[in-house]
């Protein structure tokens, strides 16, 4: 229809309005006044009148029903230059009516440690309704509707995350706000009121709009005053946002537009304005989101800048479900591309810790500390196990303090991961899994350690005269004791090495083993697992487990390579030293003292050229065993069971289960090469035909006896030098009892047997 065909049927059809109102009048008329005159129309006049008057009204209906075409026709051209469509319209009222808003969250990532820190509360509609969170809020313009769709975002928002709060947990929620469209105080009263418990983690973002006035600063303000809420300025850098927003509005967040993030791994001048804008954020207290994240590059190149916050379809999409974390592979991205960066620019920054403080070591190291001192009381050190930071923890001299470790993976750079101060007494409780790299825990010879706790440690000293526990190979070491539910690791590497001890006892310091599950490895030209390399040592063990490999040119798993030893132990040994020179127990060259098996088992294995599995070689150590279950086993061309090679070393054994086994050209089973071996009671048990000549402590020769039967053996012995008692028990592994005695004991013993088995015999007989 063109523009006068148009206007003529627009006034036709007022001509015909007027024509009709016309007869209505004149009909209508016609009626008052015959009522009020008293007139009686005839009936022909009565029948033209309804007639007319009834037409009159089904014309008015055609005309009407013409005039709502019409009008609609008008509407629809009105709607259609708004680009509405009006079903899409109809949608979105009844998606207002029936409150069906549906709600996705995305996670905003901790750019340090990759962990979930708050979720985006997205809008979006069912699929019936099928409207995008733009068009809802178009056609909520244009239905003057906004502050509905503002009300139901806080409130359906805030409902779910209450009802959700065991999946939230305390992270944050990010809620999207109009800033023309702020509720009124009354309505944030009741979100007061309904949810004052969580407001501390409202975050409301302030959406993309032309610059800010006084009126909506105001509005903000109070807003936040009210509930008690941050607030985010979104899309900074895009074309609304502006400084000026930030400065107005006083932001907790700023949140960079993804026209700015992306590519920014290669484009140099955004990455100069997000770190100018980082770099304000952090003098301002203000953290920097990330959003639209999108690649692998992206992601590292933020992290490298340093935001707070990263948002992005790469890190996580967004979800009906409230994820608990990222893929862990992205996350572990995250925090390995940290403890990178860490690394460089450190200013060799010391953190001073307060007695009762809490001290994450991993963010300690993002913040470019290198180091924490305690200076007394009880400090708790929390890290994350799968990585390692660079970080030294030191104790001030003269102080008594407890360090508790919790999923701690610390590295001393340059220096000994863990130090005592001088005259210093040290705790150190384990929680969880706990790991020290490159070197352990320095003890002075003046100070004392005491570890603990129900968790673990792995020490792993790779790096040459490093320390495990104690000192250096060349240091002395101060007092020592391990007590503890847990397992400790010890791994040691290089020329010189030793796992827990040092050079040489300090003037009064003992290395106590008393409970745990130790295992020791040391690795190296020379290397000690528990004890001295150069000087005396005191080691007692308890009744615990510890298990060594020690594999070097000269190698000792528990004594000193020269010097005194006194070693007692009622544990479980489980003891492999392996080289060239090697003692499993005991003093690698020359040497003296005593060690002492009083309880548990104790297995020293040894391969060498030269060596003894428990004693010392060309030493005077003596051996006492007195109870529990021991056994030497050496391999090599001149070794010992126990005892000592090339001098008079004493082994004494009066209880228990003995046994040796070697294989070697040039065997000692047991003894040494001045003196015989001492039996005085215990099961000794030679493998493989070995010989011995032992002597009872009147110096008597003695003879073996195997015992077939009997379970055990029990007797008195009377020598010119005094009685003694011989108790020994049939070993269950093997099944032999086996018993050293004088020759005159031994045939009273055969006599004996003799008797009870014809007695037996007899018995058996009769019956």
Partial sequence: MNKHDKDRSQLMFGLRCVLLAAVIIIISVSFIYSYFTGTALSTVEMCLSIAALGLTMLVMFFEIHSYRQFYN?????IYHNQEVELDKLDKFKQLVKRND????????????????YAYECLMRTADDIGLKPLEVLKYAEISNMLYSIEKSTFFNALAFYKENIDKFGSKKIFINSIPSVILPDEELAKLKEMYSDISENIVVEI??????????IAAFDNLRNILNCNIAVDDYGSGYSNDMKVLNNNPNFIKIDMSLIQSIDTDSRKQLLVSNLIK??????????????????????????????????????????????????????IIEENVRLSKYGNENRIYDAADGENVNVFNLSLEKYSGVFVNSGTVRFIGTKSHIVDMLVKTADNSDTTLIFENVNIKGAVETTVQLGERAKAKIVLEGVNTFNK????????????????????????????????????????????????????????????????????????????????????????????GSASGDTDIIIGKCRVKTQCIANEAVSIGTMYGTVNISTVGNLDLVTDGERVTGIGVLNGGSGSVQINAGETNSVIHGDIGTAIGSLGGRVD???????VHGHAEGTRVCGIGALDAGGVVHISGGTVTVGIKSSEPMW?????????????????????TINPVNSAGEELVLYRMDKSQSYNDNISTPAGSYTYRAQRDERSGQLCVYVPERVREKIAQMIALENQANSVGIAAK
Avoid: W
């Fill in 73 to 77: 026709e008008g509407v629809r051209k």
């Fill in 101 to 116: 808003f549906i709600y996705n969250f995305q996670p905003i990532v901790d750019s340090r440690n990759g962990e979930i």
């Fill in 207 to 216: 959406l993309e709009n032309d610059d800010d006035d006084d009126t909506t």
């Fill in 280 to 333: 304000f954020g952090k003098k301002y207290n203000i953290k920097i989101l990330a959003e639209g994240v999108e690649t692998k590059e992206e992601l590292g190149k933020v992290i490298e800048l340093g935001v707070d916050l990263i948002q992005g379809f790469y890190t996580a999409r967004p979800s009906r479900d409230v994820l608990p974390a990222i893929d862990t592979e992205i996350s572990e991205y």
């Fill in 439 to 530: 070197e352990g825990i320095y003890v002075p010879p003046t100070s004392e350690l005491l570890l603990t706790g129900d968790g673990n440690l792995t020490i792993k000293n790779n790096r040459n005269g490093g320390t495990g526990i104690g000192a250096s190979y060349e240091k002395p070491y101060g007092n020592i004791t391990i007590d503890m539910q847990g397992m400790l690791t010890v791994d040691s590497s290089g020329d010189k090495i030793v796992c827990i001890g040092g050079g040489e006892k300090g003037p009064n310091s003992i290395i106590r083993i008393v409970k745990g599950d130790v295992r020791l490895m040391g690795r190296g030209i020379y290397a000690i697992c528990v």
């Fill in 623 to 629: 051996v006492h065993c007195d109870g529990g279950r």
């Fill in 670 to 690: 047991i003894g040494s090469a001045e003196k015989q071996p001492i039996i005085t009671g215990g099961n000794v048990i030679l493998e493989e035909s070995g």
